[in-house]
């Protein structure tokens, strides 16, 4: 079965430009969820979709949203981005919410944003 | 949100047992303790979780205290590839999983 699937790997922008990360969850997953990790900051839920819904949502700004799509798909995007959004951006997919609530995430290797 | 407590980093010797420990004294009756771990360069990896009994799977096995107000992480044979960030997570319903800093584990051959 394969793995959560991020793309890009890397990706480099200019302050004030906006991204779109985007992330394919393990086959038959409707769950999605996005974090970010920094160094100072660890690990840090964005949100949570779900059947192109979101469910659960993190203290990020508005210039952070999500999307869904009804293959589950699901895509970031940062818009006017600081230098502070510099990180790694994670997508985790889970089979939560189809009968077993707790079962584990399953997360990708990320895209590394920098932005200079 | 619950929060979780672990040492910033143990060391191990290759081949031998390594006991993570993690508390949790503010869990409520509905938290899954889950253990997450990162390796350098990758996404976190789910480990193993449990709710009140004693948890053994292929990588790890997981002792929860009577009063669930800690619980320890065991690698029965740690290996080079075990060096990692473990994280010890309280999750409920719904899959906002909050990462503290984790426990920094280095294996010594």
């Known amino acids: 079965k394969a793995g959560v699937t991020q793309t890009p790997r890397y990706l480099i922008k200019t302050r004030g430009q906006q991204v779109t990360l985007s992330c394919s969850p393990i086959s038959g997953h409707r769950s999605v969820s996005w974090y970010q990790q920094t160094p100072g900051q660890g690990l840090q839920f964005l949100f949570e979709y779900f059947s192109e819904t979101q469910r659960n949502k993190g203290n990020f700004p508005g210039r952070f949203s999500g999307r869904q799509f009804s293959n589950s798909r699901s895509e970031m995007n940062v818009s006017t981005l600081e230098l502070g959004d510099s990180a790694l951006y994670l997508c985790a997919s889970s089979s939560r919410g189809q009968g077993s609530y707790n079962s584990p995430l399953h997360f990708g290797n990320g895209t590394r944003l920098t932005v200079t | ?109």
């Not at chain 2, 771990?37 to 480990?47: F, I, K, M």
């Open chain 2, 1 to 109: 949100d619950a929060k979780t407590t672990q040492p910033n980093s143990m060391e191990s010797n290759e081949e031998e047992p390594v006991h993570l420990p993690c508390n949790h004294s503010t869990i409520s009756g509905t938290d899954y303790i889950h253990w997450y771990r990162q390796l350098p360069s990758q996404g976190p990896e789910y480990v193993i979780h449990g709710l009140t009994s004693n948890v053994n799977n292929r990588m790890a096995s997981l002792a929860i205290a009577e009063d669930r107000k800690s619980s320890t992480l065991i690698l029965h044979r740690a290996t080079l590839r075990d060096a990692a960030v473990y994280y010890c997570i309280l999750s409920a319903y719904g899959n906002k999983l909050v990462f503290g800093a984790g426990t920094i584990l280095r294996v010594k051959s």
